[in-house]
């Protein structure tokens, strides 16, 4: 009798049909081989609405399985609150979890991998797809509490863009470039045995706001400009400034006035200077001198002299030259080159000279930052 009682109890729990060879639990009215309806609130007839099928669970005729839908679109299809999937091939091998994004942040539909026994505060990691305040979607790593109460710590955002961020809040600092480390330092622990071409590789620099960004590695460190037009030099030293010509060579080390001949120097640091010039229009025994001037003081950072013992006229002058290294304090430092030649007021700096063998630059300025 108990066991008569038995099977009755089982037919009345699992209904089969023999007619279509489908098995409902909980539903007289399976949508497919194997259906469990978790809350037994499905119709007797007739396709479950998204809510009824937010309890189920169903392995179709080919193989998938879904929870929380009727109609699983590939091998694993799980849904949350009835959500609909978008996923339209019937085709797709893979796995499917398909969730509300209503919310931003780290919510949404997700995986958590735990370690039992890892050290307390580092037990749970979650993987999960989300979107942030600004509506932009992405896949999520972030370490969260051991009870899964909250997050702890946001390690790496994918986003559907392709952009990757490192670390930060994808809803205050959401990635910006195809890698964006948000937070920390990076770091490279082995360098291949490639070897660089000085001629034609770039240099990767960090800018204001953390870009990395190439520059010219064949004018990166240094500025040259020379004196384009003939100069006339005043008994007054200190008023003797040099007007160089538009830089040949630059870098953003270096802003130059051609106006008024100052300087800027945007970097702190040493700088390596040579300066020379060619003197003519002074008698024998004149004071030729080359300076640096520090524009905010009007005091010289650095000087170079000799006396001529010969006069000098025309095209062809005497060379002076003057090389120092200097400290540059901070960026917004300022300088400007004097030249001077005795208390005529009528020497002139030349720009160039020309002799029997022809015309050349002679008076230029080369700075080059060492560190």
């Known amino acids: 009798m108990k066991s008569q009682i038995f099977i009755l109890s089982l037919a009345v729990s699992v209904q089969a049909y023999s007619q279509t060879g489908r098995v409902g639990i909980n539903t007289e009215n399976p949508q497919n081989t194997f259906h469990i309806d978790g809350g037994k609130d499905n119709p007797l007839t007739g396709t479950p609405s998204d809510a009824q099928q937010a309890n189920d669970v169903i392995i179709t005729n080919d193989g998938k399985i879904g929870i929380g839908m009727t109609v699983p679109k590939n091998l694993l299809n799980i849904t949350k609150k009835g959500n609909t999937t978008g996923v339209v091939n019937p085709f797709v091998d893979g796995i499917t979890i398909t969730a509300d994004v209503n919310s931003t942040g780290f919510t949404g539909s997700g ?188 005091q010289y950072i650095g000087r170079g002299s000799n006396w001529s013992a010969l006069a000098r006229t025309g095209n062809v002058g005497q060379m002076s030259s003057y090389t120092t290294m200097i400290n540059v304090p901070s960026s917004g430092y300022q300088v400007r080159f004097i030249a001077y030649a005795g208390n005529s007021g009528s020497a002139v700096l030349l720009a160039n000279e020309t002799g029997g063998s022809g015309t050349g630059n002679v008076t230029n300025l080369t700075i080059q930052k060492t560190r």
């Open 111 to 298: 995986f958590y991998l735990e370690g039992a026994n890892a050290i307390a505060g580092q037990r749970l990691f979650k993987l999960n797809y989300t979107r942030n305040t600004a509506g932009n979607s992405f896949l999520n790593f972030q370490a969260v509490a051991d009870d899964a109460s909250n997050n702890t710590r946001q390690i790496m955002s994918v986003y559907h863009n392709g952009n990757v961020g490192i670390g930060g809040n994808p809803n205050t600092t959401p990635a910006a470039e195809r890698l964006d480390v948000v937070e920390g330092n990076v770091r490279v622990r082995t360098i291949n045995t490639n070897v660089g071409n000085g001629t034609t590789d770039r240099r990767v620099v960090a800018d204001a706001n953390g870009i990395l960004k190439t520059i010219d590695n064949e004018d990166y460190n240094f500025f040259h400009s020379r004196l384009i037009n003939n100069q006339t030099l005043s008994s007054d030293a200190l008023t003797n400034t040099v007007l160089f010509g538009i830089p040949i060579a630059t870098s953003p080390f270096y802003t130059y006035n051609t106006s008024t001949g100052i300087l800027t120097f945007n970097s702190s640091g040493l700088y390596f200077i040579t300066y020379q010039g060619g003197f003519s229009e002074f008698a024998a025994g004149t004071h030729l001198l080359l300076g640096i001037i520090n524009v905010a003081t009007g």
